[in-house]
């Protein structure tokens, strides 16, 4: 929402809002005057009824804003004891944003004023119509004082900065209309004078005198009397020697970079030399003379730009610095005929002045020996240089000027695209424009210049070929400036071969390189590895690589830079040759690390694939691209269990999948690792893939013939068994409790845990023993993995406080290997417990965390499980429309598995759960128990009896429903308690049964077979 008062009132949010009445506009704009704080009751009464308030003022009040809240629904208004207030950005209120920018011109000089003045349109608070308020009047008075104080302060700076003649007709008209405002009148004699108008500008000062005189019985000031004084000595007028600075004034508002100009003008404070170095296009110079605008007033002698761009290599950057300061030979009297650098000394020794000496990088060497020269020579001089490398003198100042920050990107792009009439309505679009072209203010310039003919999605979608786009900037630009291509060229010259070489072979990575990688990478015909480092040092140095990180830095350049030295690279033929290094590299890297990801190494190497991450997926897809079945699959191989460890399922199960899908010779022991991590990541979620079994197979029987060093291998060995012979589950694993590698050795105990369990028998000291091996190890996985089933055994005994303490434990594992699909899925579990326990309050901030977290995840199997469960909540709180939105989302996430056996299960029994109807009850529940049979898992099995024994209590079968509860617990080996409709169905059936029946009723249920069991409830009444 914008709030203007600066003129005509206006209130847009998207479109003009209405505000009727002279009250409802008055109170808006008191409220709108103090953004964000609270305007006290008496204060607003004050200013809307003035000295006539109604008797009940405090509800008149109260009725006004509420008609206020009406008229503005995207307003928000907030009630409290003492006031009320408007919750809104000061900047989105035109007079508050005014004298913001009013008090921010001190260190921005008139650019800042002049984008404060043009936020006027009129009158202060024009249309508002609130009658006999003296508040309000007060502060219209207020804010048109400002204005003018404003425009004097303007007109001030720029006369400081050589402005006049162009001052003349505005000033001449501001003095008609306030002929007693002393500084309009100073300024206006001070612009004529400029002018060569010197005639006009006495008869100025007479006028006023005049008036004063008439009107005020008073005498000019004195500083208005020194001023005359001074124009009839002819010390104020057009003398060159008498301008403080050459900074011309710019066309444009500075956008983005009010804290560097702050911070560069104080390093030019602290320090003599002071570079700005960046990229070209980085807006380096714009800096520096925004901030040498700033400290023209408090130097005796101005600041100055020296524009080096047109120099030659061999051209005299001293001759260069003379014409910018504009000596000429009458001012440097006998020093005329001596060397330049001599003439210069001589002429600014004594000054204390600035000097901005742009575009260094071509003449770097000139321009540091000069620098030396004069900061050593001339005391009262400091020099504030722009490069895309430092000078590299002693005590120089460095300041890295930074591509800009999104908003403040889109703020530019919106401004200069204004200025061509263009309605841009979606910032993000206009974001994704500004970081694709990495912030970098020239390349947003000519962006604007392209929505002339095209709107800014089309920009958008065609910024990949961004250096035939992107032409046609200003005619008066220097020419590297006027196309993107042409800024980036002039870098590319400036490079020896060794730094060409390198940069280019550098765009074949992606996020950035290790010097390792580096060195790897970019070694070549011209370059031996020892070498790298160095040229890395020098494109940092020329701002065309960017080092970043903490500890041994990182490499990498901007979107711009890398396009641009890939299109070299491939002009020299060695686009592949590049791809090719880069490819060996990291599978080796990601083989290395393979093994030791299921150690106490385990954070140690996913810190270090975690920061090659994109260069492990571009490796991939390089391969992929070039068809390299085996190169494919042994990335695959080496990087499946990371991808899987850190949560990265979906986009590790695409690459997996297309690296199969490759034909060609590939080794069977590769194969065989591939097929066994497609396996797993097959069988995460709630839904089985049914292909799962085929991956197990085809991994064994590539497998078979080979030893088995990868741990996949030696799981899939059970897993293949276990698909022969399901009488053989518990004897699958336990063959593995001797293996050689003690992951494999703990994973198995758990495994048979997890078997134990589903086939009712005990389990617990099988995860606890699991859970000691995995924290020797220090393997986090396997750690989360043992803790969440000890809390799952924990819950069944309804011990749900120290289960969710194992969740705690478990999460906090995980969270150490940032695997988000994880920490979604363990939240949603302890917010189930948080729920059994009658802690609503946890449970859902539990569920707000997951998710949260939920938001950063792509895997179909870790979003389904959360509406799993939120179903099933819901479900619990008697939610029925939740319950089946929720469950229904699941099941379009996981697609075809929704057919799965234990899904189809759970369908039925949460459609049996809220049918009104008993025969309709009694479909799906005997629905369920088919589908539950068809899994052969004991908790599914269970579920399904649990639920018959809920139709048998609707059906007032009590003795039934005792039975199939004691049915239902031995089938699991246990009463599991955290299922709540267990302990429910019970106290229901012993109401009506009583203790004594009950037991004998459970006791049969026991000994019984829950198929048998079940027949007669299920039995159509």
Same mark, same amino acid.
């Given at each position: 929402?914008?709030?203007?008062?600066? *003129?005509?009132?206006?209130?847009?949010?998207?479109?003009?809002?209405?505000?009727?009445?002279?009250?409802?506009?008055?109170?808006?704009?008191?409220?709108?005057?103090?953004?964000?704080?609270?305007?006290?009751?008496?204060?607003?009464?004050?200013?809307?009824?003035?000295?006539?308030?109604?008797?009940?003022?405090?509800?008149?009040?109260?009725?006004?804003?509420?008609?206020?809240?009406?008229?503005?629904?995207?307003?928000?208004?907030?009630?409290?004891?003492?006031?009320?207030?408007?919750?809104?950005?000061?900047?989105?209120?035109? $007079?508050?944003?005014?004298?913001?920018?009013?008090?921010?011109? @001190?260190?921005?000089?008139? *650019?800042?004023?002049?984008?404060?003045?043009?936020?006027?349109?009129?009158?202060?608070?024009?249309?508002?119509?609130?009658? %006999?308020?003296?508040?309000?009047?007060?502060?219209?008075?207020?804010?048109?004082?400002?204005?003018?104080?404003?425009?004097?302060?303007?007109?001030?700076?720029?006369?400081?900065?050589?402005?006049?003649?162009?001052?003349?007709?505005?000033?001449?008209?501001?003095?008609?209309?306030?002929?007693?405002?002393?500084?309009?009148?100073?300024?206006?004699?001070?612009?004529?004078?400029?002018?060569?108008?010197?005639?006009?500008?006495?008869?100025?000062?007479?006028?006023?005198?005049?008036?004063?005189?008439?009107?005020? *019985?008073?005498?000019?000031?004195?500083?208005?009397?020194?001023?005359?004084?001074?124009?009839?000595?002819?010390?104020?007028?057009?003398?060159?020697?008498?301008?403080?600075?050459?900074?011309?004034?710019?066309?444009?508002?500075?956008?983005?970079?009010?804290?560097?100009?702050?911070?560069?003008?104080?390093?030019?404070?602290?320090?003599?030399?002071?570079?700005?170095?960046?990229?070209?296009?980085?807006?380096?110079?714009?800096?520096?003379?925004?901030?040498?605008?700033?400290?023209?007033?408090?130097?005796?002698?101005?600041?100055?730009?020296?524009?080096?761009?047109?120099?030659?290599?061999?051209?005299?950057?001293?001759?260069?610095?003379?014409?910018?300061?504009?000596?000429?030979?009458?001012?440097?009297?006998?020093?005329?005929?001596?060397?330049?650098?001599?003439?210069?000394?001589?002429?600014?020794?004594?000054?204390?002045?600035?000097?901005?000496?742009?575009?260094?990088?071509?003449?770097?060497?000139?321009?540091?020996?000069?620098?030396?020269?004069?900061?050593?020579?001339?005391? =009262?001089?400091?020099?504030?240089?722009?490069?895309?490398?430092?000078?590299?003198?002693?005590?120089?100042?460095?300041?890295?000027?930074?591509? &800009?920050?999104?908003?403040?990107?889109?703020?530019?792009?919106?401004?200069?695209?204004?200025?061509?009439?263009?309605?841009?309505?979606?910032?993000?679009?206009?974001?994704?424009?500004?970081?694709?072209?990495?912030?970098?203010?020239?390349?947003?310039?000519?962006? $604007?210049?392209?929505?002339?003919?095209?709107?800014?999605?089309?920009? $958008?979608?065609?910024?990949?070929?961004?250096?035939?786009?992107?032409?046609?900037?200003?005619?008066?630009? &220097?020419?590297?400036?006027?196309?993107?291509?042409?800024?980036?060229?002039?870098?590319?010259?400036?490079?020896?071969?060794?730094?060409?070489?390198?940069?280019?072979?550098?765009?074949?990575?992606?996020?950035?390189?290790?010097?390792?990688?580096?060195?790897?990478?970019?070694?070549?015909?011209?370059?031996?590895?020892?070498?790298?480092?160095?040229?890395? $040092?020098?494109?940092?140095?020329?701002?065309?690589?960017?080092?970043? =990180?903490?500890?041994?830095?990182?490499? @990498?350049?901007? #979107?711009?830079?890398?396009?641009?030295?890939?299109?070299?690279?491939?002009?020299? #033929?060695?686009?592949?040759?590049?791809?090719?290094?880069?490819?060996?590299?990291?599978?080796?890297?990601?083989?290395?690390?393979?093994?030791?990801?299921?150690?106490?190494?385990?954070?140690?190497?996913?810190?270090?694939?975690?920061?090659?991450?994109?260069?492990?997926?571009?490796?991939?897809?390089?391969?992929?691209?070039?068809?390299?079945?085996?190169?494919?699959?042994?990335?695959?191989?080496?990087?499946?269990?990371?991808?899987?460890?850190?949560?990265?399922?979906?986009?590790?199960?695409?690459?997996?999948?297309?690296?199969?899908?490759?034909?060609?010779?590939?080794?069977?022991?590769?194969?065989?690792?591939?097929?066994?991590?497609?396996?797993?990541?097959?069988?995460?979620?709630?839904?089985?893939?049914?292909?799962?079994?085929?991956?197990?197979?085809?991994?064994?029987?590539?497998?078979?013939?080979?030893?088995?060093?990868?741990?996949?291998?030696?799981?899939?060995?059970?897993?293949?068994?276990?698909?022969?012979?399901?009488?053989?589950?518990?004897?699958?694993?336990?063959?593995?409790?001797?293996?050689? %590698?003690?992951?494999?050795?703990?994973?198995?105990?758990?495994?048979? #845990?997890?078997?134990?369990?589903?086939?009712?028998?005990?389990?617990?000291?099988?995860?606890?023993?699991?859970?000691?091996?995995?924290?020797?190890? *220090?393997?986090?996985?396997?750690?989360?993995?043992?803790?969440?089933?000890?809390?799952?055994?924990?819950?069944?005994?309804?011990?749900?406080?120290?289960?969710?303490?194992?969740?705690?434990?478990?999460?906090?594992?995980?969270?150490?290997?940032?695997?988000?699909?994880?920490?979604?899925?363990?939240?949603?579990?302890?917010?189930?417990?948080?729920?059994?326990?009658?802690?609503?309050?946890?449970?859902?901030?539990?569920?707000?965390?997951?998710?949260?977290?939920?938001? #950063?995840?792509?895997?179909?199997?870790?979003?389904?499980?959360?509406?799993?469960?939120?179903?099933?909540?819901?479900?619990?709180? =008697?939610?029925?429309?939740?319950?089946?939105?929720?469950?229904?989302?699941?099941?379009?996430?996981?697609?075809?598995?929704?057919?799965?056996?234990?899904?189809?299960?759970?369908?039925?029994?949460?459609?049996?759960?809220?049918?009104?109807?008993?025969?309709?009850?009694?479909?799906?529940?005997?629905?369920?128990?088919?589908?539950?049979?068809?899994?052969?898992?004991?908790?599914?099995?269970?579920?399904?009896?649990?639920?018959?024994?809920?139709?048998?209590?609707?059906?007032?079968?009590?003795?039934?429903?005792?039975?199939?509860?004691?049915?239902?617990?031995?089938?699991?080996?246990?009463?599991?308690?955290?299922?709540?409709?267990?302990?429910?169905?019970?106290?229901?059936?012993?109401?009506?049964?009583?203790?004594?029946?009950? %037991?004998?009723?459970?006791?049969?249920?026991?000994?019984?077979?829950?198929?048998?069991?079940?027949?007669?409830?299920?039995?159509?009444?």
């Amino acid at each position: 929402m914008q709030i203007k008062i600066l *003129g005509p009132f206006e209130v847009r949010d998207g479109t003009t809002a209405e505000v009727p009445g002279a009250r409802l506009r008055g109170l808006l704009v008191a409220l709108a005057l103090r953004p964000g704080q609270v305007v006290p009751k008496a204060s607003l009464i004050d200013w809307i009824w003035g000295e006539q308030p109604p008797a009940d003022a405090a509800n008149a009040l109260q009725r006004l804003v509420s008609r206020l809240r009406k008229a503005l629904p995207g307003a928000v208004v907030e009630g409290l004891t003492d006031g009320y207030r408007l919750a809104i950005d000061a900047d989105a209120v035109d $007079a508050v944003r005014f004298e913001r920018l009013v008090a921010q011109a @001190r260190d921005h000089g008139p *650019g800042r004023l002049r984008e404060a003045l043009e936020l006027w349109r009129g009158p202060a608070m024009q249309d508002v119509g609130l009658q %006999d308020s003296d508040a309000f009047d007060a502060a219209a008075t207020r804010l048109e004082s400002l204005r003018l104080t404003a425009m004097e302060d303007r007109f001030e700076a720029e006369l400081d900065l050589g402005g006049g003649a162009d001052l003349v007709p505005e000033l001449t008209d501001l003095v008609a209309a306030h002929p007693v405002r002393e500084r309009l009148v100073a300024a206006l004699m001070r612009a004529l004078a400029a002018a060569g108008r010197n005639t006009e500008a006495l008869q100025a000062f007479q006028r006023i005198r005049e008036t004063l005189a008439d009107e005020l *019985g008073a005498d000019p000031s004195p500083e208005l009397s020194a001023l005359h004084v001074a124009l009839l000595r002819g010390e104020v007028g057009r003398r060159e020697e008498s301008r403080k600075t050459n900074l011309r004034a710019e066309f444009t508002s500075y956008i983005g970079k009010e804290a560097d100009v702050a911070a560069v003008r104080d390093l030019v404070s602290r320090h003599r030399l002071t570079t700005l170095t960046g990229p070209g296009g980085s807006g380096k110079t714009r800096l520096a003379t925004e901030t040498a605008r700033t400290l023209v007033s408090g130097l005796h002698h101005g600041a100055w730009l020296v524009e080096l761009a047109a120099v030659g290599s061999g051209d005299d950057v001293a001759q260069a610095t003379l014409s910018g300061l504009g000596l000429r030979d009458a001012l440097l009297g006998e020093a005329s005929a001596a060397d330049p650098v001599d003439r210069l000394v001589s002429a600014i020794r004594d000054r204390e002045t600035l000097l901005v000496l742009d575009n260094c990088e071509h003449v770097i060497e000139s321009a540091a020996a000069l620098a030396h020269r004069l900061l050593g020579e001339c005391r =009262g001089l400091r020099i504030l240089a722009t490069s895309r490398e430092p000078l590299g003198i002693t005590g120089e100042a460095l300041w890295p000027v930074e591509p &800009l920050a999104r908003a403040e990107a889109v703020q530019l792009l919106r401004d200069r695209a204004t200025t061509r009439n263009q309605e841009l309505a979606d910032d993000r679009t206009l974001a994704r424009i500004c970081t694709a072209l990495d912030g970098m203010p020239l390349a947003i310039e000519l962006a $604007a210049v392209r929505l002339r003919t095209m709107s800014a999605e089309q920009l $958008a979608d065609r910024l990949d070929d961004r250096f035939r786009l992107l032409t046609g900037g200003s005619r008066t630009a &220097l020419p590297r400036h006027r196309t993107l291509r042409a800024m980036v060229d002039w870098s590319w010259e400036l490079l020896s071969d060794g730094e060409r070489l390198v940069l280019s072979r550098l765009s074949v990575f992606a996020g950035g390189a290790s010097l390792e990688a580096a060195e790897r990478v970019c070694a070549g015909e011209l370059v031996d590895e020892y070498e790298v480092l160095d040229l890395l $040092a020098a494109l940092s140095d020329k701002s065309l690589l960017v080092a970043f =990180g903490e500890g041994a830095p990182r490499y @990498r350049m901007l #979107g711009t830079i890398k396009e641009y030295s890939a299109a070299r690279l491939a002009e020299a #033929g060695e686009t592949e040759l590049a791809r090719q290094a880069h490819l060996a590299y990291f599978t080796e890297l990601a083989e290395t690390a393979e093994p030791r990801l299921r150690r106490g190494e385990q954070l140690e190497w996913l810190t270090v694939l975690k920061a090659e991450h994109d260069n492990l997926v571009s490796a991939m897809r390089g391969a992929l691209a070039a068809g390299d079945a085996h190169a494919a699959m042994r990335l695959a191989a080496a990087c499946g269990w990371y991808w899987w460890l850190v949560g990265r399922k979906a986009e590790g199960m695409e690459l997996i999948a297309a690296a199969i899908g490759i034909p060609g010779e590939v080794p069977d022991g590769t194969r065989a690792i591939v097929y066994a991590l497609t396996s797993m990541f097959a069988t995460s979620g709630p839904g089985d893939m049914p292909e799962a079994a085929q991956w197990i197979h085809k991994a064994y029987e590539f497998g078979k013939h080979g030893r088995h060093l990868h741990a996949a291998l030696r799981l899939v060995v059970p897993l293949e068994m276990m698909l022969r012979d399901t009488d053989a589950l518990l004897p699958a694993w336990e063959s593995l409790l001797d293996d050689e %590698d003690p992951w494999v050795r703990a994973l198995s105990r758990l495994h048979i #845990g997890k078997l134990r369990m589903m086939l009712g028998q005990d389990c617990e000291s099988w995860f606890d023993e699991s859970l000691v091996e995995f924290q020797v190890l *220090g393997e986090r996985f396997g750690i989360s993995f043992a803790q969440t089933e000890l809390a799952g055994c924990l819950a069944m005994r309804g011990e749900f406080g120290e289960a969710s303490e194992h969740f705690d434990q478990a999460i906090a594992v995980v969270a150490e290997l940032d695997a988000l699909d994880d920490i979604v899925q363990l939240r949603m579990r302890q917010a189930r417990l948080h729920w059994l326990a009658g802690d609503k309050d946890a449970c859902a901030a539990a569920v707000a965390e997951a998710e949260r977290l939920a938001e #950063g995840v792509t895997w179909p199997g870790t979003l389904a499980s959360l509406a799993l469960v939120r179903a099933e909540l819901a479900r619990w709180n =008697g939610n029925a429309q939740d319950a089946f939105d929720q469950f229904g989302h699941a099941m379009s996430l996981l697609g075809d598995e929704a057919q799965q056996p234990h899904l189809r299960a759970a369908a039925h029994d949460l459609h049996a759960w809220f049918a009104t109807d008993l025969e309709e009850a009694r479909e799906h529940r005997a629905a369920a128990c088919d589908a539950a049979a068809e899994t052969g898992r004991a908790p599914e099995i269970a579920q399904a009896v649990v639920g018959v024994a809920d139709l048998a209590l609707r059906r007032a079968q009590y003795e039934h429903a005792a039975r199939l509860l004691a049915a239902s617990a031995q089938v699991l080996g246990r009463k599991d308690l955290s299922n709540p409709d267990v302990p429910r169905i019970e106290q229901e059936a012993r109401n009506h049964l009583g203790d004594a029946a009950f %037991d004998r009723a459970a006791w049969e249920g026991a000994a019984g077979v829950w198929t048998d069991l079940v027949t007669e409830p299920l039995t159509r009444a």
